[in-house]
Structure formats: structure tokens, C-alpha cells
């Protein structure tokens, strides 16, 4: 499964993703008026015994877990995008997450992704760099 955190920008770029596999997706603040009507501004998914829950912009770094743990009180992970900086920070068994970017690493050090391993409903969060 493909959780993406928005910013696809077309449509055709989600059809693209959705060749590759089942696709759970929110909308992004530069995604056509087509996809902001298609995609959710956030959503939540449950795998293994673990909710992940997605939103695009998770405001502020500054009280970032706080808030998403306040907005997402079911969830045992938030996966988020916006900045494209790669992030995870984690307490009381909750986590948010940030993956970067494949594609625009903008401030980053390197394009991004991540990959949730989900096993006995606990989740651990990977980010894979994609550039040497």
C-alpha cells in the first residue's frame, strides 16, 4: 500500500502512483482544483493493528506532536508532507512522520521516502535516501 501526504500537483500523477499499487492519499495545497475535490484533507487508515493517520500540512514545528496527537487522539502514527523535510519524532507511543521528498528535496539534504513496517500493531517508520 502507498500512503502519500499530498502534492501530486495533477491527477495524472496519482493515476501514475495507482499503477504501482492500492493508494491511500490526501490532497495537497499545490494539487489541481481536481484533485483538492477527490483527495480528503486528511484520513486515517488502520493496518495490523495500527492507525496511521494522514494529513498534508501539519502546521508549526513548534508543538507539531502535540497537536497532531490532540487532532488524530485514535491514531498511533501521523504521516504529514508540506516542508519535504524529512522528520520523525516520537513519545508515549505515538509518532509523526515526515518522508521528504522523491521528487523536490527543496532544503533537504537528499530526496526522500519513507516506509512504515507495521507488525503486532506497533509501527516503525524507515526513511529511505534516495541520493548517494
Same mark, same amino acid.
Given at each position: 500500500? +502507498?500512503?502519500?501526504?499530498? *502534492?501530486?500537483?495533477? #491527477?495524472?500523477?496519482?493515476?501514475?502512483?495507482? %499503477?504501482?499499487?492500492?493508494?491511500? &492519499?490526501?490532497?495537497?495545497?499545490?494539487?489541481?482544483?481536481?484533485?483538492?475535490?477527490?483527495?480528503?484533507?486528511?484520513?486515517?487508515?488502520?493496518?495490523?493493528?495500527?492507525? +496511521?493517520?494522514?494529513?498534508? *500540512?501539519?502546521?508549526? #514545528?513548534?508543538?507539531?506532536?502535540?497537536?497532531? %496527537?490532540?487532532?488524530?487522539?485514535? &491514531?498511533?502514527?501521523?504521516?504529514?508532507?508540506?516542508?519535504?523535510?524529512?522528520?520523525?519524532?516520537?513519545?508515549?507511543?505515538?509518532?509523526?512522520?515526515?518522508?521528504?521528498?522523491?521528487?523536490?528535496?527543496?532544503?533537504?539534504?537528499?530526496?526522500?521516502?519513507?516506509?512504515?513496517?507495521?507488525?503486532?500493531?506497533?509501527?516503525?517508520?524507515?526513511?529511505?535516501?534516495?541520493?548517494?
Amino acid at each position: 500500500m +502507498i500512503l502519500h501526504a499530498g *502534492d501530486f500537483s495533477e #491527477a495524472s500523477v496519482l493515476e501514475e502512483i495507482q %499503477r504501482l499499487g492500492p493508494v491511500v &492519499a490526501v490532497h495537497g495545497n499545490v494539487d489541481s482544483p481536481e484533485l483538492r475535490r477527490e483527495l480528503p484533507e486528511s484520513t486515517a487508515i488502520d493496518i495490523e493493528g495500527a492507525t +496511521i493517520a494522514a494529513i498534508h *500540512d501539519a502546521g508549526p #514545528a513548534k508543538g507539531r506532536l502535540a497537536r497532531m %496527537r490532540a487532532r488524530f487522539p485514535d &491514531a498511533d502514527a501521523v504521516v504529514f508532507g508540506h516542508s519535504h523535510m524529512p522528520l520523525h519524532e516520537a513519545e508515549g507511543g505515538f509518532q509523526i512522520f515526515n518522508s521528504g521528498s522523491p521528487t523536490e528535496r527543496r532544503r533537504a539534504r537528499s530526496h526522500t521516502m519513507g516506509i512504515a513496517l507495521i507488525e503486532k500493531g506497533e509501527v516503525r517508520f524507515e526513511l529511505i535516501e534516495l541520493d548517494p
